[in-house]
């Protein structure tokens, strides 16, 4: 099936470092979301956005709904040890109930 | 605690036998979805139920695959036949027309 375009693959970063990392596709979205999930479970949900352009913030996590529908990026400030895991984008179209993922990023916080 | 629940967690089987899966939602959210994620990649959709009608199938979903949610609350996904290439975590998640909230997976394991 159709996975989403993550970059980068894998970060590896000292804490207190910032963070950022985007999703591409090549079809519109209409809603865009940010999940991460850790290992051994199911992924939870962080951001969601609703409107190009929109620029939304959840404690140090602040994500963006590119102006093109076909692209979100998320960044993650002042990165903590409870943040490493593997983050996924998930794109949703108009209308349509399912979610499409992106193939991940993993960020690992070198000591 | 009320979010998505799932049993078993863990399933090993040999090939050729049958599993079924069980998901319990949250209370009060009438969709449902499956999800099937392997190792290394994103959540893949497998299908979706409003209350008891399962509205939407993926390609994914081979004859071997049936999903049921009989009362609209709970569901279960039986793999018939188990191969190889079943082996994933197969994710719930359930929402009420807002976003999807993940349960924590049954991981198969086919030998």
């Known amino acids: 099936g159709q996975q989403l375009n993550q970059s980068p693959q894998s970060m590896f970063i000292q804490e207190g470092e910032d963070v950022s990392m985007n999703c591409t596709s090549s079809?519109?979205?209409?809603?865009w979301l940010w999940y991460k999930q850790d290992p051994g479970e199911g992924p939870v949900l962080l951001i969601a956005?609703?409107?190009?352009?929109e620029l939304t913030s959840n404690g140090r996590l602040t994500a963006q709904f590119g102006i093109t529908r076909k692209d979100s990026f998320l960044n993650i400030s002042a990165s903590i040890p409870s943040d490493v895991g593997i983050y996924f984008c998930?794109?949703?179209?108009?209308?349509?109930?399912?979610?499409?993922f992106g193939t991940g990023t993993r960020l690992t916080i070198i000591p | 605690d009320t979010g998505v629940s799932q049993d078993p967690r863990h399933k090993i089987t040999k090939r050729g036998q049958n599993v079924t899966f069980r998901c319990d939602p949250i209370s009060e959210h009438n969709r449902l979805y499956w999800y099937r994620q392997t190792l290394g990649q994103g959540p893949e959709f497998l299908t979706y139920?409003?209350?008891?009608?399962?509205?939407?199938k993926s390609r994914l979903l081979s004859n071997r695959f049936s999903a049921e949610r009989p009362k609209g609350s709970f569901s279960t996904l039986e793999i018939q036949r188990t191969e190889q290439g079943d082996s994933a975590m197969y994710l719930c998640?359930?929402?009420?027309?807002?976003?999807?909230?993940f349960g924590p997976g049954t991981r198969l394991t086919v030998t």
């Open positions: 139920f409003q209350n008891e009608a399962q509205l939407e």
């Open positions: 079809s519109i979205f209409n809603t």
């Open positions: 998930a794109g949703r179209d108009f209308g349509n109930e399912k979610l499409t």
């Open positions: 998640a359930s929402s009420s027309a807002g976003e999807q909230y």
């Open positions: 956005l609703y409107k190009a352009g």
